[in-house]
């Protein structure tokens, strides 16, 4: 596994969403004891162009004068509800796509929010979000603006496993991510089929049991709950962390077969569109 910096990494881009998701990855990094890096990453205008905003340039002063305000306001707000928390301001000139993925091979968590409206799924999670969910090199959040600033006590943790060697990364960071919050951990397989195949066969819950044991001694404070339940994932997932009141939703990412093997095909936009919790996908570390 290699080695990330302490640093939880959110894209702002001056809208009310990524504001909030800010002030979530904040309380992660918060629970994390890392470092928030607020980026905001916009192109100038190409050199050779009418319009080029060279270097020394007004245009290009203004540019900058306006990203270090819009990050400033993110960074105020933040630190409103997070006094003492480490936050650093990260302004680059290339596409936010590019500088969030080549974030996300470094960092503990990126994170983006959820900004479309469209009934159609990918328009409605933002084609954005889901580019950085597909193609980031580690673990990357996706915030709705309504679950950034959650009330009360923290919820439990819900991960989804289909007993693949991929989803024990997504098992391995949702354990690490219960431990820092002080919440409970819910490692759920979903099953389909009719009438007692519903419920789970005994291979399911002994295959649970199992991968729970490997990780119960190295997370000893972590209470762990195993669960089975029928239905297919991208509707049986949110609606079981809805039950639990679950604070956030970890899935796997390039498995072989099953819930894992689908995860940023279908079953991840219907995910990410449809959970009303933050949702964060894990790949493996030696993915490409």
């Known amino acids: 596994m290699s080695t990330r910096k302490r640093e939880v990494v959110v894209g702002v881009d001056g809208s009310e969403t990524s504001t909030a998701a800010a002030l979530w990855a904040a309380g992660e990094a ?28 007004i245009a290009y002063e203004q540019a900058q004068l306006a990203a270090a305000e819009l990050v400033d306001e993110v ?8 006094l003492g928390l480490p936050v650093e301001p990260r302004i680059l000139h290339e ?23 469209s009934p159609r799924t990918e328009e409605l999670i933002g084609s954005f979000a889901v580019h950085t969910a597909e193609h980031g090199r580690g673990p990357v959040a996706v915030v709705r603006a309504a679950a950034a600033t959650p009330a009360g006590p923290a919820g439990p943790v819900v991960v989804g496993t ?33 009438g007692e195949d519903v419920t789970g066969s005994g291979d399911d819950r002994a295959e649970l049991d199992a991968v729970l044991a490997d990780r119960r001694q190295h997370f000893a404070d972590v209470e762990a709950i ?14 079981y962390a809805a039950q639990q009141g679950a604070s956030q939703l970890v899935v796997g990412a390039r498995g072989v077969s099953g819930f894992a093997g689908i995860v940023l095909g279908s079953v991840s936009r219907s995910l990410l569109a449809n959970s009303q919790i933050p949702v964060v996908v894990v790949r493996p570390e030696d993915a490409s």
């Open 30 to 57: 918060h629970a994390r004891d890392a470092t928030l890096i607020v980026l905001y990453s916009f192109e100038l205008y190409a050199y050779g162009s009418k319009d080029a905003a060279l270097p020394g340039s």
């Open 162 to 194: 289909d007993g693949s060697a991929v989803s024990l990364d997504a098992i391995e960071y949702a354990f690490a991510a219960a431990r820092a919050h002080r919440v409970p951990l819910h490692v759920v397989r979903c099953v389909t089929g009719s």
């Open 75 to 82: 960074i105020e707000k933040i630190e409103h509800t997070h």
């Open 95 to 117: 596409s936010a796509g590019t500088a969030l993925l080549e974030a996300s091979g470094e960092a503990l968590l990126t994170v983006v929010s959820s900004q479309g409206h």
């Open 226 to 239: 195993p669960a089975v339940v029928p239905g297919k994932p991208q509707e049986a997932l949110p609606g």
